[in-house]
């Protein structure tokens, strides 16, 4: 009997993860709307996506331990606790910024994907994963910047930008399998 509890615990974390994927899923089918994706769409993909890579240049100077060091060596308290929670501010910022420009992306990937020359349940997945892993990093990320503070969190910065890599690259590889003519023309 115990042994059935003991691999039944080990699925809950498998259903928990498969329910919220299935929640996801049908709450980006709701929100998706029959109507023709335009031709600057798909070019706002592309800079959408270029603003997503830019940002990773943006999070190393973020957590660069540099600049506590230089703030460590001044004798100073107050400027101390002032920096550690600008940064902890422009931390945060960063990190939302980064999941929406995300975000953004999967609802414009959601809307083209119906205009690639092959559609794949591969890759399919494989964005879904990689985005429901960077959604869960970048979570427990911001959870930790409120709890540790920013330079207490390399590694799982880290994994965040990891898991924004993965999806940035199987959404590159979805941008470049659409039809653009099968676009609909610029609304003017």
Same mark, same amino acid.
């Given at each position: 009997? !115990? #042994?059935?509890?003991? $691999?039944? !615990? @080990? /699925?809950?974390? /498998?259903?928990?993860? +498969?329910?919220? +994927? /299935? *929640?996801?899923?049908?709450?980006?089918? !709701?929100?998706?709307?029959?109507?023709?994706?335009?031709?600057?769409?798909? !070019? %706002?993909?592309?800079?959408?996506? %270029?603003?997503? /890579?830019? &940002?990773?240049?943006? #999070? @190393?100077?973020?957590?660069?331990?540099?600049?506590? +060091?230089f703030v460590l060596r001044q004798s100073r308290p107050e400027i101390l606790r002032q920096f550690l929670q600008d940064r902890k501010a422009l931390a945060v $910022?960063?990190?939302?910024? *980064?999941? @929406?420009?995300?975000?953004?992306?999967?609802?414009?990937?959601? @809307?083209?994907? $119906?205009?690639?020359?092959? =559609? %794949? =349940? *591969?890759?399919?997945?494989?964005?879904?994963?990689?985005?429901?892993?960077?959604?869960?990093v970048c979570h427990l990320l911001l959870i930790l910047f409120w709890l540790r503070g920013p330079f207490h969190t390399r590694k799982m910065v880290g994994y965040?930008? &990891?898991?924004? #890599?993965?999806?940035?690259?199987?959404?590159?590889?979805?941008?470049?399998?659409?039809?653009?003519?099968?676009?609909? =023309?610029? =609304?003017?």
């Open positions: 009997m !115990s #042994e059935i509890l003991a $691999s039944m !615990s @080990k /699925l809950v974390p /498998l259903l928990i993860l +498969a329910l919220v +994927a /299935l *929640t996801l899923l049908l709450h980006w089918r !709701s929100r998706r709307r029959d109507r023709a994706v335009t031709i600057e769409e798909f !070019s %706002g993909a592309q800079e959408a996506l %270029g603003s997503v /890579l830019f &940002g990773f240049a943006a #999070e @190393k100077r973020i957590f660069d331990p540099h600049d506590l +060091a $910022s960063w990190l939302c910024r *980064t999941r @929406k420009q995300v975000v953004h992306l999967m609802d414009l990937h959601l @809307k083209l994907a $119906s205009y690639t020359y092959e =559609p %794949g =349940p *591969t890759l399919e997945l494989r964005l879904t994963l990689d985005y429901l892993s960077f959604s869960v965040t930008m &990891g898991a924004a #890599e993965r999806f940035c690259v199987a959404f590159a590889r979805r941008h470049e399998s659409i039809n653009p003519a099968r676009l609909a =023309p610029s =609304p003017n």
